[in-house]
């Protein structure tokens, strides 16, 4: 449907990583809530983004295909779900630019961004520790795992030049500074720091003209993070994450600590300048909500395992939520359940939600008979909504065993990391928004 012949009710969701896994089932689920619990006088436009022309077919396709297939929908389908795709990928700072051009010259506004697509690199598995603990600790073991590293140093395509870079298909021994070596050096970029956090940050300045367009709420920016983001997988001297066994923690730990801190009075003057469009002198006011969301413990392909392993890691998930943990969705569909939600739900719900308990991290939860909920999730240094007191609301059920509850001292402390964390992804925005050109 042209841009000038889209219904003036309409809401438009963009979706990275659309394709697969967690991203393919929220982009189902959305539409499927949306016919179910919006009048029919509403519209909504699902811009989906893939790696590759035939990926982004083939899921518009799929796409379309689930909607025409649930019998409530089928008489209310008709044009209130269309769909555009782009193609994306976020480890080249080009693409971003260029997927962002193409939605500036093609949609009228963006009520809301998810930002879901990310890697986590070659992982290593300790087996006979992993096997260890699913017998002796098997709930805390499937949930915060203790037995997998990343690789060390893995950085994406040159982005401008041809000087060399370590990927995850090349020799784990190659130096992070081969990147440098040239004459005129372009600073290394992690590739799941990329992948993850940069490209989705990138890309969302980029946006800002767009975000500035809704009409009825802020815009919203959704972050799909993880449940497993401890305080010491991340580090500011180490902001993608490029010296830690942990990039892919790292980077889903700095995705908490930006999204929890983007409306602080602390980090204002970073935010104010992120969200001021690249043509324009004035942040966006309002600012453009943050959120941050994760999908509990699914059965995704993001750590491919082979055929047999997958099946015996799905029972031992299913094991885990029969013995009372409330974080094994499992199914990327109950996974999507926060996500969704987060970008459905009527804005005074979630002012009312953080007025009474603060911003916080919303995870998909289930029961042990697999109904789904959205419940908040602690996170190390902000406790569960940035408040003191709330530890005993929530009791220990799924918490991590070395959470305590949150001082003043520890929240204090989170702000500075958030602080000092947009401060530099603001200056490394600029630096690779000047190189760029």
Avoid at 367 to 395: H, I, L, N
Wanted: proline share 7%; glycine share 8%; aromatic share 8%.
């Amino acid at each position: 449907m042209p841009q000038s012949e889209e219904p003036s009710d309409c809401t438009y969701v963009l979706i990275t990583g659309a394709n697969t896994g967690l991203g393919f089932a929220t982009c189902c689920r959305l539409a499927d809530e949306f016919l179910t619990s919006r009048p029919i006088s509403q519209f909504l436009k699902l811009i989906i983004s893939t790696r590759s022309a035939k990926k982004s077919k083939d899921t518009v396709a799929r796409l379309q295909q689930h909607v025409k297939s649930k019998p409530r929908a089928r008489a209310v389908y008709g044009p209130r779900i269309s769909f555009h795709a782009i193609q994306l990928d976020l480890t080249s700072l080009r693409s971003v630019r260029a997927a962002a051009q193409e939605l500036l010259s093609s949609v009228p506004k963006i009520d809301t961004i998810i930002c879901n697509a990310g890697i986590a690199g070659p992982v290593t598995i300790d087996w006979l520790q992993a096997i260890w603990a699913a017998i002796v600790d098997p709930i805390y073991s499937v949930t915060y795992p203790y037995f997998a590293r990343g690789s060390l140093g893995l950085l994406t395509k040159p982005q401008l030049s041809t000087s060399p870079g370590k990927h995850a298909d090349q020799s784990s021994d190659a130096s992070i500074s081969s990147s440098t070596s040239q004459a005129t050096p372009e600073p290394p970029l992690g590739e799941i720091f990329s992948a993850n956090i940069f490209g989705h940050y990138l890309l969302a300045h980029a946006l800002t003209p767009l975000l500035a367009h809704t009409s009825h709420a802020p815009a919203r920016i959704i972050c799909v993070s993880s449940i497993e983001t401890p305080q010491h997988a991340f580090s500011l001297t180490d902001l993608q994450g490029l010296t830690t066994t942990q990039p892919y923690h790292s980077s889903k730990r700095l995705t908490d600590i930006l999204a929890l801190t983007a409306s602080l009075p602390t980090s204002k003057p970073y935010t104010d300048n992120f969200f001021t469009p690249p043509d324009s002198s004035r942040p966006l006011a309002p600012h453009p909500r943050f959120y941050v969301c994760h999908p509990g413990v699914c059965a995704t392909e993001i750590f491919p395992l082979i055929f047999l392993l997958r099946w015996i890691k799905i029972l031992t998930f299913y094991i885990a939520r029969w013995l009372g943990s409330p974080w094994h969705t499992i199914s990327t569909r109950k996974g999507a359940c926060a996500p969704v939600w987060l970008a459905l739900a009527a804005q005074e719900t979630l002012d009312g939600l953080e007025e009474q308990g603060g911003l916080g991290k919303w995870g998909s939860a289930t029961d042990a008979g697999g109904s789904e909920r959205v419940r908040r999730t602690e996170v190390d240094g902000w406790g569960y909504g940035g408040k003191m007191g709330q530890g005993a609301d929530f009791g220990n059920r799924g918490r991590r065993r070395d959470a305590k509850n949150l001082t003043v001292e520890d929240r204090e402390a989170f702000e500075d990391v958030g602080r000092e964390a947009w401060r530099e992804m603001e200056a490394l925005r600029e630096e690779w928004e000047e190189r760029l050109g």
